[in-house]
């Protein structure tokens, strides 16, 4: 039964490279809006195009709980919170970091994109 079931499972793992090098495609995303995708055609040759959407940045309400997209968010890069003391910016717990977005200061999980704490305002330059 053993010798089965292995003769099986081998036999599974040989035949998926098979089917998937039929086409392979590989997505880049460089900017926020803006998608190259690189696909092989049927003789192997490497076919590029570019793909742009158009996407609304800038006017994210972000809250508590929801899930961060930095695609979404205005002016988007990562904040010391030293710098912004005065405003309310506190230190942040470990795993987590203040990010800008807009004129808000969003402190953000590094592991899972939640949003912890959402300050409005606190960051003008």
């Known amino acids: 039964m053993k010798k089965l079931i292995l003769a099986a499972m081998t036999a599974s793992l040989l035949a998926t490279p098979m089917t998937a090098s ?3 495609r590989t997505v880049i995303k460089e900017k926020p809006g803006r998608t190259v995708v690189v696909q092989k055609d049927g003789r192997g040759q490497k076919v590029t ?3 742009v959407r158009q996407q609304q940045a800038g006017n994210a309400r972000w809250q508590r709980g929801q899930k961060f997209d930095r695609n979404r968010a205005a ?3 990562v904040v010391d919170y030293r710098n912004y003391r005065q405003r309310g910016v506190y ?3 470990r795993g987590y970091q203040w990010v ?3 004129n808000d200061a969003v402190l953000v999980s590094i592991a899972s994109g939640l949003i912890g704490a959402v300050i409005g305002g606190a960051i003008f330059n």
Do not use: M
């Open 100 to 102: 800008r977005s807009g």
């Open 91 to 93: 230190a942040p717990p």
């Open 49 to 51: 195009r570019t793909v």
């Open 75 to 77: 002016n988007y890069r």
């Open 22 to 24: 039929a086409q392979s």
